[in-house]
């Protein structure tokens, strides 16, 4: 069964260091890989997906993951982070061989940047 | 402007009751979701719709309706709400049918229910 695991629930980082959410995948076919984020009281936006090709991936805000097969993991990164930047960020998967059906979602990291 | 809208923002009620949420995309999307997001934050699909037809039922409860006059509105119907049933549901909508892999979602605000 596919699945995806957000091994922090939390995450604290200095305005203007670098920040790493993590992520890793499992399913059974070629993954489909996608990034959200949730300000407070909002919906879940898109930031970024992996489909195929390069392995890593530019998406909005600055923000860029990189996809590694052999450790199944797709990590979400930014060079510079600001006090803004403070949210729940999701991993989300699409499993080809399932169809597609269903975004399975990661449970979410919180990410905060202290100015 | 707003691509995905949901309303009511905010829903309490009293268990027992009945109530429904609405949700309208102008995105010219054919394919919408519900999901439900619990207290920790977990969020779970519930429904998915592509063109007034379901297309996914996650094993939720039948006091669970959505309704779908068209594609771009997706209603869900609660009856006799309970305790557990609080928690903020989401909207969504995505192109093309729900097979499509490489397609992300774009999500309504949510309506927080209390269910007291």
């Known amino acids: 069964a596919q699945s995806v695991a957000q091994p922090e629930d939390q995450v604290n980082v200095a305005e203007g260091n670098p920040l790493t959410v993590k992520c890793t995948y499992s399913?059974?076919?070629?993954?489909?890989l996608f990034w959200y984020v949730q300000y407070p009281n909002r919906g879940l936006q898109f930031l970024l997906k992996y489909i195929t090709g390069d392995n890593l991936v530019k998406g909005s805000y600055g923000f860029e993951a990189e996809f590694n097969k052999s450790q199944t993991s797709f990590h979400l990164k930014k060079p510079s982070a600001l006090v803004s930047d403070s949210a729940l960020y999701f991993c989300a998967v699409r499993d080809a061989r399932t169809g597609g059906f269903k975004t399975i979602f990661g449970a979410g990291t919180r990410l905060f940047v202290k100015a | 402007d707003t691509a995905v809208s949901q309303t009511p923002k905010y829903l309490v009620t009293q268990m027992g009751n009945d109530k429904s949420i609405k949700c309208e995309q102008n995105?010219?999307?054919?394919?919408m979701y519900w999901y439900k997001q619990d207290s920790k934050k977990f969020l779970k699909i519930m429904f998915s719709y592509n063109n007034k037809e379901l297309i996914i039922n996650e094993t939720v409860p039948n006091r669970f309706s959505p309704k779908s006059p068209d594609k771009a509105h997706l209603n869900l119907h609660i009856n006799s709400l309970e305790l557990g049933d609080s928690a903020v549901y989401f909207c969504?909508?995505?192109?093309?049918?729900?097979?499509?892999?490489?397609?992300?979602?774009?999500f309504g605000q949510g309506t927080r229910l209390t269910v007291v």
């Open positions: 995105l010219g999307h054919d394919t």
């Open positions: 969504a909508s995505s192109q093309g049918k729900p097979s499509a892999l490489n397609t992300e979602a774009f």
């Open positions: 399913v059974s076919g070629n993954p489909y």
